[in-house]
Antibody
Framework: EMQLVESGGGLVQPGRSLRLSCVAS????????MYWVRQAPGKGLEWVSQ????????GYADSVKGRFTISRDNAKNSLHLQMDSLRAEDTALYYC??????????????????WGRGTTVTVS | QSALTQPPSASGSPGQSVTISCTGT?????????VSWYQQHPGKAPKLMIY???KRPSGVPDRFSGSKSGNTASLSVSGLQAEDEADYYC??????????FGGGTKLTVL
């Protein structure tokens, strides 16, 4: 069974940093691009960042560009999100998600077919 | 990088059909066919329901269908069932390694 488990969330003061992690199992991790998507309390989904299979290309939402850094360790089947200069508006449930791979391994499809349960970040 | 526009709510009785719209621009929905729809039940992670405008992943009932015209994508659900009650989000690739979501539509089965 494909599974993603996020960790690293918590309560942090504005301006401080936090590093989220996501460990993958049940699939060949380095065959897929990966995503971070967040959901503020009572709000909708917001794409945060993405990374391709070999970390060669990344993308960031304008709201986090310059403050957040996505990375992955294929040897450890893990995805990370380094969040610096945190703001109150970054408060959200952060999901890790797997690219569907519908267009072939190691290719972005821009669809997310496996999601974790999320880890909560509160900036206050 | 504005969110795609969805109606905040939609509803229908069991057995009926409902359609949810998702309006973007000529730079996202109007330009790319990387349009998808996600279903999210309360307290749960989103689930991919439609991809590439109209395709269904394995296991998604054929009661769910998608379409696109110009800058607007649509999700249709026919034969509404109680378990279809959820939030639905559209998504589109927007170029330059960016993805945007819609604000979400709460579907109520009356």
């Amino acid at each position: 069974e494909m599974q993603l488990v996020e960790s690293g969330g918590g309560l942090v003061q504005p301006g401080r940093s936090l590093r989220l992690s996501c460990v993958a199992s049940g699939f060949t991790f380095d065959d897929y691009a990966m995503y971070w998507v967040r959901q503020a309390p009572g709000k909708g989904l917001e794409w945060v960042s993405q990374i391709n299979w070999n970390s060669g290309t990344t993308g960031y939402a304008d709201s986090v560009k310059g403050r957040f850094t996505i990375s992955r360790d294929n040897a450890k089947n893990s995805l990370h999100l380094q969040m610096d200069s945190l703001r109150a508006e970054d408060t959200a449930l952060y999901y890790c998600a797997k690219d569907s791979g519908f267009y072939g391994a190691r290719t972005y499809s821009y669809y997310m077919d496996v999601w974790g349960r999320g880890t909560t970040v509160t900036v206050s | 990088q504005s969110a795609l526009t969805q109606p905040p709510s939609a509803s229908g009785s069991p057995g009926q059909s409902v359609t949810i719209s998702c309006t973007g621009t000529s730079s996202d929905i109007g330009y790319y066919n990387y349009v998808s729809w996600y279903q999210q039940h309360p307290g749960k992670a989103p689930k991919l329901m439609i991809y590439e405008v109209f395709k269904r992943p394995s296991g998604v009932p054929d009661r769910f269908s998608g379409s696109k015209s110009g800058n607007t994508a649509s999700l249709s659900v026919s034969g509404l069932q109680a378990e279809d009650e959820a939030d639905y989000y559209c998504s589109s690739y927007a170029g330059r390694n960016k993805i945007i979501f819609g604000g979400g539509t709460k579907l109520t089965v009356l």
